[in-house]
């Protein structure tokens, strides 16, 4: 059974910083590279940041320099160190497998956690 709970989202203000938490099964954990998610209003899913079994990690460009992925193997849990924070990184954050169609988890997200930048 697939388990994934986000947590750490709140209300800043811009330039403000966050850090997420997300505790996944060890089934999916142990096998797969992992990945934060995030779906702004009115906006599709998109990949933001994803560290693979070995720790190393990749961002998309919007987020390179301000956001960092990070992975601990003996509590199963992934973060997202969020720093220097836009209204434009206003969204529901999630976390799965990388690629979850190939994982096997597409059917497996949590509720995500809000995360709002706002003055």
């Known amino acids: 059974q697939v388990q994934l709970v986000e947590s750490g989202g709140g209300l800043v203000q811009p330039g403000g910083s966050l850090r997420l938490s997300c505790a996944a099964s060890g089934s999916i954990f142990s096998n797969n590279a992992m990945g934060w998610f995030r779906q702004g209003p009115g906006k599709e899913r998109e990949l933001v940041a994803t560290?693979?079994?070995?720790?190393?990690?990749n961002y998309v460009y919007s987020v390179k320099g301000r956001f960092t992925i990070s992975r601990d193997n003996a509590k199963n849990t992934v973060y997202l160190q969020m720093n220097s924070l836009k209204p434009e990184d206003t969204a529901v954050y999630y976390c799965n497998a990388a690629r979850p169609e190939v994982a096997g988890t597409a059917r497996s997200w949590g509720q995500g956690t809000q995360v709002t930048v706002s003055s």
């Open positions: 560290i693979s079994i070995s720790g190393s990690t």
